[in-house]
């Protein structure tokens, strides 16, 4: 089991930034991935960001705006959300895509708001 806390979200002005954390209860060096995902009021959940040993990957609508990074060492990984949009505001959630016995297994923190106001 990883248990993740989010946490940074906040209300914030359109162009102004936020950093979001995730932590993780165990260590994340194992996962497939990280990533971060949003969800705002009426529609689906949406990919925002992942990290692998082989990179990182960024939705269309955040590319050259928002960024995601990982400390191993703390077992956190980070969202930097820049020149931020009203269109950004949702729900964060931080995800670990892990295999457990040999069966992916995904595991949600429970998501930080995020606000912007124009």
């Known amino acids: 089991q990883v248990q993740l806390v989010e946490s940074g979200g906040g209300l914030v002005q359109a162009g102004g930034s936020l950093r979001l954390s995730c932590a993780a209860s165990?260590?994340?060096?194992?996962?497939?991935?990280m990533g971060w995902y949003r969800q705002a009021p009426g529609k689906q959940r949406e990919l925002v960001a992942t990290i692998t040993r082989d990179g990182t990957h960024y939705a269309d609508a955040v590319k050259g705006r928002f960024t995601i990074s990982r400390d191993g060492a703390k077992n956190t990984v980070y969202l930097q959300m820049n020149s931020l949009k009203p269109e950004d505001t949702a729900v964060y959630y931080c995800?670990?895509?892990?295999?457990?016995?040999?069966?992916?297994?995904?595991?949600w923190g429970q998501g930080t708001q995020v606000t912007v106001s124009s």
């Open positions: 995800n670990a895509a892990m295999v457990r016995l040999g069966v992916p297994v995904d595991y």
């Open positions: 165990r260590s994340i060096f194992s996962a497939n991935a």
